[in-house]
């Protein structure tokens, strides 16, 4: 484990306790908290904001992404199929921020590791960010905090974090790149074979249709709802047998 991620807390004369929650894996930087089903860590979580405010979120099965040591610079380590016309449509004709959660053990590219700033994150082939500037979470298996947060997937243990973009320029051409149902995932290393990356360690979800269809979530409207209909036709009738037996009670006074 790497002493500097001690350091903040250790300065504070605190002492640590075996494990404490934190938001960070199940909260979105650009759409909030995760939709229930999603799990603590593990897999990767796909969080897209269409320009209509729709929110689709999918999650690819940790199970079915790379173990291993990879011999190209431009590993393909996981895939995330299910968007059909629905559900690009939903989107309302673009992207206006993206979010994608990768949970990796052993990535050894944080600060002061052999891999630090060699590795990219790909998307469908669009950049969204360098492995070792990811504020990320160290945990065990099931999503509980170990030892808080740092910087990169550090060296022998599980780390989570997001890779997020509002480029427009990035955002349209992941949108193009939707047509083709399917979002890969790919790590770029400039000196490929020199790492072991195990990206299968975390929870598969069950509930939001894992490695499959995403979810789509409408905007929330804020206000209060809309009586229906039928809540004015109770509230008439209601008011119009207090008007009759008011005039009843008067006639006989």
């Known amino acids: 484990m790497k002493f500097s ?11 640590l306790p075996a494990a404490f929650a934190t938001p960070l894996t199940v909260t979105s930087p650009t759409g909030g908290a995760l939709p229930s089903g999603v799990s603590a860590v593990g897999g990767i979580v796909v969080d897209l904001t269409g320009t209509n405010g729709n929110r689709v979120v999918s999650q690819v ?17 996981g895939s995330q199929t299910g968007f059909n016309s629905s559900v690009v449509s939903a989107l309302g004709g673009g992207i206006s921020a993206a979010s994608f959660r990768v949970s990796l053990y052993d ?27 990811v504020a990320t ?3 065990d298996g099931t999503g509980t905090t170990l ?15 997001w890779f997020s973009s509002t480029d427009a320029s990035k955002l349209a051409s992941l949108y193009a790149s939707l047509s083709s149902g399917v979002i890969d995932f790919s790590l770029y290393d400039v ?12 929870l598969d979800s069950s509930v ?42 008067f006639v006989k006074a």
């Open 61 to 77: 099965a940790a199970s079915t992404e790379f173990v291993g040591w990879p011999t190209v610079s431009n590993l393909v380590f």
């Open 191 to 202: 000196d490929p074979g020199d790492q072991y990356f195990d990206f299968t360690q975390g």
């Open 147 to 161: 030892y808080g947060s740092g910087t990169g997937f550090a060296d022998n243990i599980l780390d989570t974090g």
């Open 5 to 15: 991620r001690l350091l903040p807390v250790l300065a504070l004369g605190i002492t």
């Open 107 to 133: 990535g050894d590219s944080a600060p002061g590791d052999f891999d630090y700033n060699d590795n990219t994150l790909l998307v469908n082939g669009i950049d969204f960010g360098n492995f070792s500037s």
């Open 137 to 139: 979470n160290y945990t």
């Open 208 to 249: 939001i249709n894992v490695g499959s269809g995403p979810v789509v979530t409408p905007p929330t409207t804020p206000g209060a709802a809309t009586p229906e209909p039928s809540t004015f036709i109770m509230l008439g009738t209601g008011l119009v047998g207090a008007a009759a037996q008011l005039r009843r009670r």
